[in-house]
């Protein structure tokens, strides 16, 4: 089994910047794939990045694109989010979530196998 931490999350400016950590950690970690995930209140969780763990393939969100960078650290186990010229619009709890297969598209949040805790970023107007 596979647990995820997050990590990073906070309260920051418009126009700001934050950075996302994910670590993982139990068996033998080797996803298809690692992606973040967002939910704001009353609204669905909502697909932002993903990047595939052995090629390093990035896909983004159009909300986010230019904006958002993500990377991962292989031999950490440890996927980042770097987040830059924040939004209020970017204020929402941030989940990291692995998949094992490459099955469906990486933005399906059904496709991930194991999630974690979340993290809450604010952005202040």
């Known amino acids: 089994q596979v647990q995820l931490v997050e990590s990073g999350g906070g309260l920051v400016q418009a126009g700001g910047s934050l950075r996302l950590s994910c670590a993982a950690s139990g068996r033998t970690f080797s996803p298809y794939a690692m992606g973040w995930f967002r939910q704001a209140p009353g609204k669905e969780r909502e697909f932002v990045a993903a990047?595939?763990?052995?090629?390093?393939?990035?896909y983004y969100a159009d909300s986010v694109k230019g904006r958002f960078t993500i990377s991962r650290d292989n031999a950490k186990n440890t996927v980042y989010l770097q987040m830059n010229n924040l939004k209020p619009e970017d204020t929402a709890v941030y989940y990291c979530?692995?998949?094992?297969?490459?099955?469906?598209?990486?933005?399906?949040?059904?496709?991930?196998?194991?999630w974690g805790q979340g993290t809450q970023v604010t952005v202040s107007s």
């Open positions: 990047i595939t763990w052995s090629v390093g393939r990035t």
């Open positions: 979530a692995g998949k094992e297969r490459n099955t469906l598209v990486v933005a399906a949040a059904r496709s991930y196998d194991y």
